[in-house]
Nanobody
Framework: QVQLVESGGGLVQAGGSLRLSCAASGRTFSSYTMGWFRQVPGKERELVAAIRWSIGSTHYAISVKGRFTISRDNAKNTVYLQMNSLKPEDTAVYYC??????????????WGQGTQVTVSS
């Protein structure tokens, strides 16, 4: 497994931007598919974005497509989530996740502790 630590959350006004970072430990970071999920109280955790290690292909939830960008720096063992044009409905705890093969259902085995993102209207 890989250990994950998120940072970059905070309070921002609607229309603003934030960049989340997820630092990973482990020598084989470059072989992991990385994902960002979010969760609000009373709702299931949802996949926001993911990036596969092999070809760098990305996947986004419809609700964030065109506003959020996932990227990775394998040299720094870090994955990022750039969030632009933030909306109040983006408010959630955001989690970083990693897995060597999450499969078609995006099932990840390693998780970070989460970072709070709050978007005020």
């Amino acid at each position: 497994q890989v250990q994950l630590v998120e940072s970059g959350g905070g309070l921002v006004q609607a229309g603003g931007s934030l960049r989340l970072s997820c630092a990973a430990s482990g020598r084989t970071f470059s072989s992991y598919t990385m994902g960002w999920f979010r969760q609000v109280p009373g709702k299931e955790r949802e996949l926001v974005a993911a990036i596969r290690w092999s070809i760098g292909s990305t996947h986004y939830a419809i609700s964030v497509k065109g506003r959020f960008t996932i990227s990775r720096d394998n040299a720094k063992n870090t994955v990022y989530l750039q969030m632009n044009s933030l909306k109040p409905e983006d408010t959630a705890v955001y989690y970083c996740a990693a897995d060597e093969d999450p499969g078609p259902n995006w099932e990840f085995g390693s998780w970070g502790q989460g970072t709070q993102v709050t978007v005020s209207s």
